[in-house]
């Protein structure tokens, strides 16, 4: 089985550009989350879609927002970029249910500049 | 909210010995669940061991276990006989049951270094 892809691999934006990050799941996998990691606040929950529904949401703004097709892949969105926004994110993909285990990509580096 | 608090940013050990990463974490909540996570350097996060909070006994996956105390809202992860494909960062992670999404909450991390 294919793991969990992400496109592209790596991005340089200057601030106030947007940026629109990809992830494809494990085949069969309904969930895919994902995560911002930072050397300063470490790994933080951004959302999570189940089926196309976003079902829960970590404490980001309003410019950060997602979705997922109906193939299960999801598309993450960040708009007026800051420099702190800056970060590797990760997508994580499962069956849905809690305690299964999350699947990682490898990750989009991004780059705000 | 719950927290996970990792205490050791950075821990080394001689190959083929044991070592221990720590990892505490607050809730209010009754069940729950917890896991390890590996990051090696430039590659993707793997699950290491995972632990059912209703579940008494530890986890064991191979060379890794955990040791689950809940009164006190531990778990640890002890590494035996340590190769140095064990070096990589160390996540501890928590999971509510109840939240019905999944939604990792992670310590800040442990970089573990395999001395040859």
């Known amino acids: 089985k294919a793991g969990v892809t992400q496109t592209p691999r790596y991005l340089i934006k200057t601030r106030g550009q947007q940026v629109t990050l990809s992830c494809s799941p494990i085949?069969?996998?309904?969930?895919v989350s994902w995560y911002q990691q930072t050397p300063g606040q470490g790994l933080q929950f951004l959302f999570e879609?189940?089926?196309?529904?976003?079902?829960n949401k970590g404490n980001f703004p309003g410019r950060f927002s997602g979705r997922q097709f109906s193939n299960s892949r999801s598309e993450m969105n960040v708009s007026t970029l800051e420099l702190g926004d800056s970060a590797l994110y990760l997508c994580?993909?499962?069956?849905?249910?809690?305690?299964?285990?999350?699947?990682f990509g490898p990750g989009t580096r991004l780059t705000v500049l | 909210a719950q927290t996970v608090t990792q205490s050791q940013p950075e821990m080394s050990v001689q190959e083929a010995e044991t070592v221990t990463l720590s990892c505490t974490y607050d809730t209010s909540e009754s069940d729950y669940y917890l896991f390890w996570y590996k990051q090696p350097p430039s590659r993707q996060m793997i699950l290491v061991i995972r632990q059912e909070a209703y579940k008494q006994q530890n986890a064991t996956e191979n060379r890794f276990s955990v040791n689950f105390q809940k009164a006190a809202k531990s778990f640890s992860l002890k590494i035996s006989d340590s190769q140095l494909g064990d070096a990589a960062m160390y996540f501890c992670?928590?999971?509510?049951?109840?939240?019905?999404?999944?939604?990792?909450?992670f310590g800040q991390g442990t970089r573990l270094t395999i001395n040859p």
């Open positions: 879609y189940f089926s196309e529904t976003q079902r």
């Open positions: 085949s069969g996998h309904r969930s």
């Open positions: 992670a928590y999971e509510s049951r109840f939240q019905g999404a999944q939604k990792l909450v």
């Open positions: 994580a993909s499962s069956s849905g249910s809690v305690y299964n285990e999350q699947f």
